[in-house]
């Protein structure tokens, strides 16, 4: 493929664009990184074998680490369909890409805050802890 110097802005626009989704998945992997380390290091001499940050550091962090294969495959489909709208002189703006990213993203992040605050009043008032 071959760019013209006119459309050039226009192309590292995109590059920087996938770039964006690319830096968001990095983030959400070491977030899934962070709390599998973190919910492991937290726990008791006998962690609750049902219930409590140990037990579900592990789904959570593989939770974040999927969300992460999810914006990166995402971004790349956006870049592929917005490089081939280039060629054919198109451009397209919004889209259900920016839209899905932000709902599972808003939806991680309150399923977490729930989830770590359940296991916190469940451990604080009615478990050893």
């Keep these: ?24 998945s990095l983030l959400l992997v070491m977030t899934g990184i962070i709390i599998a380390q973190l919910f492991y290091i937290n726990h008791s001499v006998e962690p609750d074998p049902e219930f409590g940050f140990y037990k579900i550091g592990r789904p959570l962090s593989a939770t974040f680490i999927a969300m992460a294969i999810v914006v990166l495959v995402v971004g790349a489909l956006r870049f592929w369909r917005l490089q081939h709208g280039l060629v054919r002189g198109k451009g397209h703006a919004g889209g259900w890409e920016v839209v899905l990213v932000m709902g599972l993203s808003a939806a991680l992040l309150v399923g977490t ?15 050893s802890g």
């Design 1 to 24: 493929m071959s760019i013209f110097f006119s459309n050039n802005s226009r192309h590292t626009a995109l590059e920087r664009t996938f770039l964006g989704y690319l830096r968001t």
């Design 113 to 127: 805050f729930v989830l770590v605050l359940v296991v916190d009043v469940e451990t604080t008032y009615f478990g």
